[in-house]
């Protein structure tokens, strides 16, 4: 039951990161992220599965309102060419991620394929008050974390006039 | 739940993301891209946290995610606008 739950979640999630690589729509990453949080929810990752849900979704919806006046107002033949992908260029790249595909998902399945390795029934570990600790405990990625915030913060500002 | 379960989710959202960097010309659909990139990768942590139990790994996951959202908004941001007072 569970795997079947993960399967599905790991079916939306890819679905979704289609969407956006192929179509690039606002809707996409929104479904990514709660994809992404019921899996972390599978993992026993809550206080991440709430930070996920919060920097994903808040982002996209930056993303949509900053680009909603430039979608309207751009002209219709723009965005018309970019579609258009060349064949030699596609095959390049399938070929390409293909190879990384078998490296990485090989590579892992042989390194990572563990039974038996479970966390004891009752563990509170993956809650949002260890994941604090843990950030609590490492101060320079929360200054990191707070430059990043202050540049997105600054950048999301009104649109400068040019002379 | 199986560890390599999300490693092969996070491998196919990162090639996702991949294949839209090299195949996108656009800036907002190679935005995107990158923005599938950086959430791939950061699963790739939550399965690492979970398979050694460990916080810290949860922590530096939180940090690429909030990382992928404020680089999202950046990039949407610095988008030049269309100029609206042409003919």
């Known amino acids: 039951m569970t795997v079947a739950v993960f399967v599905a979640l790991a079916a939306v999630a890819l ?24 899996v972390m929810l599978l993992y026993q990752a809550t206080g991440l599965a709430l930070v996920t849900i919060a920097a994903i979704v ?7 309102v900053a680009r909603g006046p430039a979608r309207v107002g751009a002209p219709a033949d723009v965005a018309a060419p970019s579609g258009r992908l060349g064949a030699g260029r596609l095959a390049a790249v399938t070929v390409a991620v293909a190879g990384l595909l078998f490296v990485l998902v090989g590579t892992w399945a042989r390194q990572f394929l563990w039974t038996g390795r479970e966390l004891p ?8 008050p260890g994941l604090g600790v843990a950030l609590g ?25 040019r002379i | 739940m199986p560890i390599t379960h999300v490693y092969y ?19 907002w659909g190679r935005t995107l891209a990158l923005v599938v990139m950086l959430v791939g990768a950061a699963t790739v942590l939550v399965g690492a946290a979970r398979a050694w139990a460990l916080a810290d790994i949860h922590g530096l996951a939180a940090l690429m995610f909030a990382l992928a959202g404020a680089y999202a908004v950046v990039l949407a941001t610095l988008q030049p606008e269309p100029d609206r007072e042409g003919p």
């Open chain 1, 58 to 64: 808040g982002a996209a919806l930056v993303m949509a």
């Open chain 2, 9 to 27: 989710l996070a491998s196919g959202l990162w090639l996702l993301g991949l294949a839209g960097v090299l195949l996108r010309r656009e800036g």
């Open chain 1, 15 to 38: 679905a979704a990161g289609v969407a956006a690589v192929w179509r690039a729509p606002a809707w996409a990453l929104p479904v990514l992220a709660c994809a992404l949080a019921g």
């Open chain 1, 137 to 161: 405990g490492a101060p320079g990625l929360l200054g990191v974390g707070f430059v990043i915030v202050v540049a997105a913060a600054a950048c999301a500002g009104p649109p400068r006039h």
């Open chain 1, 121 to 128: 029934p009752g563990s509170s570990w993956g809650e949002l």
